[in-house]
């Protein structure tokens, strides 16, 4: 079964550049969520979309920015790269299921600022 | 506020010994509760869900999860470890509508397997 995609898996980034995370949700998923995993800790909720318009957000900072295209791919673009943004950012789906949904996830991209 | 515990930071079983991994959560309601896997360099898998019905819910990996409201725990099961299962393990919280749908995850119980 298709799962979700994130590319790139992996990228290294100076302090102060920028960097775009991209997503593929399953097919007919329609609503997409994205998370950070820091060293050691749970993932924490950064922002959402359904039906491409932003649905929740939560502790992302202001240099980050995200979108969902009319093929419900997701872009996170995050600026003015911090050593503290370094972490697993992870990408999930999800299809309306009358409330009752859950959140595929896809494989995450490792982001390590130097 | 919603949280997630998972009080067991690191756990160590023998193979072939039964695991149970806790998850307490703090809610307003009855929430949605999942518990994901993530092995070391991996993704989340979905182990199980709760929405509403049967209290006990199976997965895969022959896990399965009990739901008990009057303790707001959502407990993980399984009766003989494998050496695969070694991973971390994570509880979570997921909204119903009309609120929100965003996650809440726990802080995680890494499982050790001995041989």
């Known amino acids: 079964a298709a799962g979700v995609i994130q590319s790139p898996r992996h990228l290294i980034k100076e302090k102060r550049e920028t960097a775009t995370l991209k997503c593929y949700p399953i097919p007919r998923h329609d609503t997409v969520y994205w998370y950070q995993q820091g060293p050691g800790q749970d993932p924490q909720f950064l922002i959402s979309?359904?039906?491409?318009?932003?649905?929740d957000k939560g502790s992302i900072p202001d240099r980050f920015s995200a979108q969902q295209f009319s093929d419900y791919h997701s872009e996170l673009n995050m600026s003015s790269l911090e050593l503290g943004d370094s972490a697993l950012y992870f990408c999930?789906?999800?299809?309306?299921?009358?409330?009752?949904?859950?959140?595929?996830f896809g494989p995450g991209t490792r982001l390590l600022v130097l | 506020a919603q949280s997630v515990t998972q009080p067991d930071i690191h756990i160590t079983v023998s193979e072939g010994a039964s695991l149970e991994l806790r998850c307490n959560y703090s809610y307003g309601a009855t929430p949605y509760l999942f518990w994901y896997v993530q092995s070391p360099g991996q993704g989340l898998q979905l182990l199980l869900k709760?929405?509403?019905?049967?209290?006990l819910v199976q997965g895969i990996k022959g896990f399965e999860a009990e739901f008990k409201r009057s303790q707001s725990s959502f407990n993980l099961r399984k009766p003989s470890v494998h050496w695969s299962d070694a991973a971390e393990y994570f509880c979570a919280v997921g909204g119903r509508p009309p609120g929100t749908y965003k996650y809440i995850f726990g802080t995680g119980t890494r499982l050790k397997v001995l041989a």
């Open positions: 709760y929405f509403s019905g049967d209290t």
């Open positions: 979309f359904y039906e491409k318009m932003q649905s």
């Open positions: 999930a789906s999800s299809f309306p299921s009358g409330g009752q949904e859950t959140q595929y």
